[in-house]
């Protein structure tokens, strides 16, 4: 899991997550990161899943972020 202090960090506007599969949440406040523009996830498969747009369940919680690229793992 990402650390619940992330949301400390209002000034950051670039997330990137990679290859990390052993990550399989969000921290709850990431929606309190407001200048947060872009968030790429790859390659953690369960995480990417979770995220995706308009059905993922963490979609709620990251659908005010400009660019969101979820990239799932390759076979």
Do not use: A
């Amino acid at each position: 899991m990402l650390p619940e202090w992330l949301s400390s960090l209002t000034n950051l506007k670039t997330l990137g997550v990679s290859y990390c599969p052993k990550i399989l949440s969000l921290p709850n406040n990431i929606h309190q990161l407001t200048k947060l523009e872009s968030l790429m996830i790859e390659g953690c498969l369960e995480l990417c899943r979770k995220c995706l747009r308009h059905v993922g369940e963490f979609w709620p919680k990251i659908s005010h972020i400009k660019h969101v690229d979820i990239k799932e793992p390759e076979d």
